[in-house]
């Protein structure tokens, strides 16, 4: 009964959240003040966390390449990872995201007025058409983060087979890769069938930033080899996560 009317009360809170700075966003998106909307829409991932109860643990937070223009790869675990990026990511980057978000009222025209790059998912030619489009604004100095699965890992946190788009985005703009691995944001929203308000649970959600990969080398290496290095360094640290968690739910201290 608690877990469900702190859901009730993070989705109430959300929603009247995003409707309030959605404006805001607006209103700045037409004075075309995009880095201003991003900020806006770290302030909005950054209270939803906090109001979820969610922990987040961020590990090797040195290895984050602030210098320059970046591709952020990442596994994709629960509709959480949005927020838990706005926590903890402090740089100015872009989504690409599937085109259904951006329909959403309020939201959507947020996210458009942020620089967002919808992906239509659907249409292999209009995807093409986004990935150029990416690959423009990743040249003029915009860093993006992409989830090469395309979609939410399975339940358990397997990986899905990684899709090309990333890696041929990060060779067409010729920028540094920076590999990153989440872990427990599907607890936090798991997959729910039948119950009218999704719960949202208190727990921790890991964080590992890897060391990225250089442009210099991302030229020389092919889309296929970029492709399954990175799915190896994300995959890398997941038993150990994976206990780490266990520990934190069992109550015990970890060392």
Sequence with gaps: MLILIRSAFVWIFGILLTFVLGIFAILLSLLKAQNAVHRIAIFWGKSLALASGIEIEVNYPKNLVRD???IIVSNHQSLFDILVFYSFLDIQ???MAKASLFKIPIFGQG???????????EDRRKAKDS??????????GTSLVLFPEGTRS????TLLPFKKGAFIL?????VTIQPITIWGANKAVPKQQGKW????YPTLVQV????PIPKEQVKEMSVEELLETCKQIIEKPFDKLKLRQEVEESGMHYR
């Design 68 to 70: 320059e223009t970046i």
């Design 208 to 211: 590992v930033i890897h060391p």
């Design 111 to 121: 996210m458009r007025g942020a620089g967002y790059i919808p992906v239509e998912r």
């Design 197 to 200: 308000i999704q719960r949202i």
């Design 170 to 174: 990060a060779k067409m703009a010729e």
């Design 154 to 157: 399975q339940e358990d946190g």
């Design 131 to 140: 990935l150029f489009e990416a690959a423009e604004q990743v040249k003029k």
């Design 93 to 95: 980057f872009r989504w």
